[in-house]
């Protein structure tokens, strides 16, 4: 449950460049449901469902995964159509057109919504892009290194996996670790505050190694 103000704000700065607020809205309660499988039937199903389609775009291309699906989500509701319609004639009834409940529906999207969502994805767009600008033009050369470092370990690990993999990895990643982290909440939390304290001494190591670089202060 979320207490407070419905959006988070998280403020990132670099240097002298002014402060910058990220105004992020918390997940949906219904994904929070989903990834931590509160509903076991519904979670299974989501999760069935995608990686059946990443698995299957491994086999084939996504025009054909894409008309598979099209096709078999088209002869459930045809036929479910054609039966409707043969029972109606046999009973003489008059109920109508089988999804009428749906097709009286509004799927179109809102303005506020669209406006809300992409003046959320600008702010991350610009907020990356700065980022970016100040790793890539060595503002600070402590993070500069820890991201050449990071695209040097990308390396190995795009010639193990291609892009397909790494996203059945992630989508099994998403659906198992929250549950895993909520399990075993203690012990995961002391592992990852060891290691930050070694990230942390090596680091600071380092900073004092290198002419002209102080240690940050927290």
């Not at 299957?56 to 459930?76: D, K, Q, R």
Request: contains cysteine.
């Amino acid at each position: 449950m979320w207490v407070g103000h419905p959006w988070r704000t998280a403020v990132v700065s670099s240097g002298d460049v002014p402060p910058l607020t990220v105004l992020s809205p918390p997940p949906p309660s219904a994904v929070v449901d989903l990834l931590y499988w509160r509903d076991v039937k519904t979670t299974g199903v989501v999760f069935g469902a995608a990686l059946f389609l990443l698995l299957s775009l491994t086999v084939c291309s996504i025009i054909s995964v894409c008309s598979y699906v099209a096709l078999a989500l088209l002869s459930v509701t045809i036929t479910f159509r054609i039966y409707k319609g043969i029972l109606q004639a046999v009973q003489k009834s008059d109920e109508g057109h089988p999804f009428k409940v749906y097709l009286e529906q509004d799927v179109a999207l809102s303005e506020d919504l669209v406006h809300k969502y992409s003046d959320v994805t600008l702010v991350h767009i610009n907020s990356i892009l700065k980022e970016l600008r100040r790793l890539f033009l060595v503002e600070d050369l402590v993070d500069s290194l820890k991201f050449a470092v990071l695209m040097w370990i990308l390396t190995y690990v795009g010639a193990l996996f291609n892009g397909l993999t790494l996203l059945i990895l992630g989508l099994i990643a998403v659906f198992s670790c929250p549950v895993i982290y909520e399990r075993h909440q203690k012990q995961i939390d002391h592992y990852l505050a060891l290691a930050r304290n070694q990230m942390k001494d090596v680091v600071g190591k380092i900073q004092a190694k290198i002419p002209g670089m102080k240690p940050k202060t927290e």
